[in-house]
């Protein structure tokens, strides 16, 4: 097995641009961090350094929120008409369209998924999300009134309301889908006339650094769009404290999420926050298998597992059990493991060592605790390999079926009936994501409607589109990202009244 990218494979573009130092943005200008520091860039499929970013510190937080609280109040952005952004954003849009494969290389190379994925779902998603959201820019509106003002019978009043930006967004972005949760972050800001002070993950920042570059030739004013690098306990902990953030939009672990809120419930500041699942993925007794079967397979082991809403947790019919475990079993066995560039790999590796450690400590916890384990070994040899896992006999309370892993790993369960599995299926921490399989509509409904998450799919799974919100309840998270919900919490609504003179 070739675990290693070919990185020969590179079109000219990608290769000049992973290699090198990058800096910082601010300010419509590239720099070094104050302290000099750098991290490393690491391709997971080889585990080597292929290149390096600047590690910002608070110093270089203040310069950049700071420079995105003046491109805020500057009239080049503070009165630029709404149809002048969304034009921008269009721009921006085809500019990414046009670098489609390099960025979708810089992705693999940085984050280890396949080339398919990263050119379908952080590239070409990312185009799709500018044109969405450009549209919005010229629809947002307020209303009007009549008001009663009771205590003044003799005089008359109008009422209205208008939206305005909400201010300086601090964005932080996880690394399972980079670049697109990137632009998740940064479409909404441009549509509304906010700024952005953005921080991708340590791990995988490359193409949030390009991106940049892309919004300068978009034409975005300086200041408007600013990049910081760096760890999350340095250079996130300065961002989310900064005295001059409005909003903080986060993508990322619950724990961290926690520490947010926390964080703007004592400053006031408003905050998005889309955080962990464990999501149930539920085949009902009449649910058509030919579907299903594959349908729960990569529900889980798409993108290795590495989705916030990844199917972990399959709950099946009794009738079912045995004949749904083997197929999947079957499906994990042939999915061929391999470097990203690579057109016939089928999963590439986990993000990092580290990580994979962590999903490996789960599947031994399991084992450990008497479940039957199919697969689920470190895949020796360079790289960041695992083979996918299928859990049983664990019990629902057991760590490993609560807590989110973030790999390839499936926990299993039969069920009796609807009761039992709306149980199982509502028994967690989490919220984000949920799924029905089932071919009928009183059984879709009855579980639509009974489900605890933000998302329900029917007879598919982790199917986003762009003018449907997205977010979590519980511990999952607090408000949405895309369609009109989006939008609008990047907003601040202002009222007026006027008195009508007769």
């Known amino acids: 097995m070739t675990t290693a990218n070919d990185l020969s494979r590179l079109t000219a573009k990608a290769a000049a641009f992973i290699g090198g130092e990058k800096g910082l943005f601010i300010g419509g200008e590239w720099r070094a961090a104050e302290s000099g520091e750098t991290l490393p860039v690491v391709d997971p499929s080889s585990g080597r350094e292929v290149g390096r970013i ?131 972050k940064l479409a909404p800001v441009l549509a509304t006339g906010c700024t952005i002070v953005l921080k991708p993950s340590e791990l995988t920042s490359l193409t949030a650094l390009r991106l940049a570059e892309l919004c300068e030739e978009a034409g975005v004013p300086a200041g408007v769009v600013n990049v910081v690098t760096g760890t999350g306990d340095v250079t996130g902990r300065a961002l989310i404290e900064h005295p001059g953030v409005d909003k903080i939009n986060f993508t990322g672990s619950t724990r961290v999420g926690r520490l947010i809120a926390e964080h703007a419930a004592r400053s006031f500041k408003h905050y998005n926050l889309e955080l962990g699942g464990k999501s149930p993925l539920i085949i009902a007794e009449d649910a058509d298998l030919e579907k299903a079967i594959p349908g729960a397979a990569w529900a889980i082991y798409g993108n290795s597992g590495q989705n916030c809403c990844a199917g972990s947790r399959a709950l099946i019919h009794e009738k079912h059990f045995d004949k749904v475990l083997a197929g999947v079993a079957d499906i994990a066995a042939s999915i061929r493991l391999g470097p990203g560039l690579d057109p016939a790999s089928m999963m590439g590796p986990l993000v990092g060592k580290i990580h994979r450690a962590r999903v490996a400590e789960h599947v031994d916890r399991a084992r450990t605790s008497g479940a039957q384990v199919i697969g689920g070994e470190i895949v020796d040899g360079e790289g960041s390999y695992f083979n996918p896992a299928i859990i049983t006999g664990l019990d629902h309370g057991h760590p490993t079926v609560q807590e989110e892993i973030f790999g390839p790993v499936l926990c299993a369960f039969p069920f009796k009936d609807d009761e039992e599995a709306l149980r199982l299926a509502n028994d967690t921490a989490f919220g984000l994501g949920a799924s029905i399989w089932t071919e009928g509509l009183t059984t879709a409904n009855r579980y639509f409607e009974r489900l605890k998450a933000g998302t329900v799919w029917i007879n598919t799974h982790n199917v986003l589109d762009l003018s449907l919100p997205f977010g979590g309840v519980k511990q999952s998270g607090v408000g949405f990202e895309l369609g009109r919900q989006g939008i609008e919490s990047h907003t601040v609504v202002r009222a007026g009244v006027m008195l009508v003179e007769d």
């Open 54 to 184: 600047a590690q910002a510190g608070a110093s270089d937080v203040d310069a950049a929120v700071a420079s995105a609280r003046r491109a805020l109040e500057d009239p080049a952005w503070a009165r630029m008409r709404s149809h002048q952004r969304e034009e921008i954003m269009l721009r921006l849009a085809e500019l990414i369209r046009a670098e489609a494969p390099a960025l979708a290389e810089i992705e693999t190379v940085n984050s280890g998924k396949l080339i398919a994925n990263t050119r379908l779902f952080d590239v070409d998603l990312s185009v799709h999300t500018l044109r969405y959201m450009a549209g919005w820019a010229s629809k947002l509106h307020g209303e009007t009134m009549d008001l009663a003002v009771p205590y003044l019978p003799q005089m008359r009043f109008n009422g209205f309301t208008r939206r305005f930006p909400v201010g300086v967004v601090a964005a932080i972005t996880p690394w399972n889908v980079p670049l697109c949760q990137a632009v998740w």
